[in-house]
């Protein structure tokens, strides 16, 4: 399983773009890059997956490099209820997925 | 968004207790997976249970954990003689519609005292 390294927190201001950054330089070939969120007491919740270039949805971009060595996660214009903890996880599947410790994002008013 | 609901959602047991988990799906899934979180700290993976049988195991899933598909419908994760340890969220998890994703519940709290 590829190892993951992402920042341990992050701050922000309403309002602003947030970019989370994720390095997995041994990531393989049959790998997924997936984004989650999870809020104090809840489980996981997936924001977004990727396999190479660009994925948006209606939460989140996701960006990822032709090298696949590292993934951004972007998210647009946000609000004290994301405040959370944010994921990074590769993998081909969902069998057997390893959390890291996540990014802490803190939203201020 | 796939649903997952688990019961209890808190749960106090004494340590050498057995307590049983549960997690029903809104929709029929041959996949299962559980993961526990103990407070402050990261979601660990325990097991994944395929088709009525255990797929992949942590190291953390020792002969003290058991999992069962009871009645076709929901999953169940036993927990027999309950550690102080023991105490953290306990999610189960369901595959998502692109198969390399996950859905989770909102979890069982167990406090084991």
Same mark, same amino acid.
């Given at each position: 399983?590829?190892?993951?390294?992402?920042?341990?927190?992050?701050?922000?201001? %309403?309002?602003? %773009?947030?970019?989370?950054?994720?390095?997995?330089?041994?990531?393989?070939?049959?790998?997924?890059?997936?984004?989650?969120?999870?809020?104090?007491?809840?489980?996981?919740?997936?924001?977004?997956?990727?396999?190479?270039?660009?994925?948006?949805? %209606?939460?989140?971009?996701?960006?990822?490099?032709?090298?696949?060595?590292?993934?951004?996660?972007?998210?647009?214009?946000?609000?004290?209820?994301?405040?959370?903890?944010?994921?990074?996880?590769?993998? %081909?599947?969902?069998?057997?997925? =390893?959390?890291?410790?996540?990014? =802490?994002?803190?939203?201020?008013? | 968004?796939?649903?997952?609901?688990?019961?209890?959602?808190?749960?106090?047991?004494?340590?050498?207790?057995?307590?049983?988990?549960?997690?029903?799906?809104?929709?029929?899934?041959?996949?299962?997976?559980?993961?526990?979180?103990?407070?402050?700290? /990261?979601?660990?993976?325990?097991?994944?249970?395929?088709?009525?049988?255990?797929?992949? /195991?942590?190291?953390?899933?020792?002969?003290?954990?058991?999992?069962?598909?009871?009645?076709?419908?929901?999953?169940?994760? /036993?927990?027999?003689? *309950?550690?102080?340890?023991?105490?953290?969220?306990?999610?189960?998890?369901?595959?998502?519609?692109?198969?390399?994703?996950?859905?989770?519940?909102?979890? *069982?709290?167990?406090?084991?005292?």
């Amino acid at each position: 399983l590829a190892k993951t390294t992402q920042p341990i927190s992050m701050d922000s201001y %309403e309002g602003q %773009e947030v970019n989370i950054t994720c390095s997995h330089n041994n990531i393989a070939t049959n790998d997924y890059i997936t984004w989650y969120q999870q809020f104090p007491s809840q489980g996981p919740r997936f924001i977004i997956q990727g396999y190479k270039t660009k994925v948006t949805n %209606e939460v989140a971009s996701l960006f990822i490099p032709a090298d696949r060595k590292s993934s951004t996660l972007s998210l647009p214009r946000v609000s004290l209820s994301d405040t959370a903890v944010y994921y990074c996880l590769v993998g %081909e599947s969902n069998n057997d997925m =390893r959390f890291g410790a996540g990014t =802490r994002l803190t939203v201020k008013p | 968004e796939p649903e997952v609901t688990q019961t209890p959602s808190h749960q106090v047991t004494q340590m050498g207790q057995e307590v049983i988990l549960r997690c029903v799906p809104i929709s029929n899934h041959l996949y299962f997976y559980w993961y526990r979180q103990i407070l402050g700290q /990261k979601v660990e993976f325990l097991v994944s249970f395929y088709n009525n049988e255990i797929s992949e /195991k942590s190291e953390i899933f020792d002969d003290q954990f058991s999992v069962e598909r009871p009645d076709g419908s929901n999953f169940t994760l /036993k927990i027999r003689s *309950t550690k102080l340890e023991d105490s953290a969220m306990y999610f189960c998890a369901i595959p998502g519609p692109l198969g390399t994703e996950a859905f989770f519940g909102q979890g *069982t709290r167990l406090t084991v005292v």
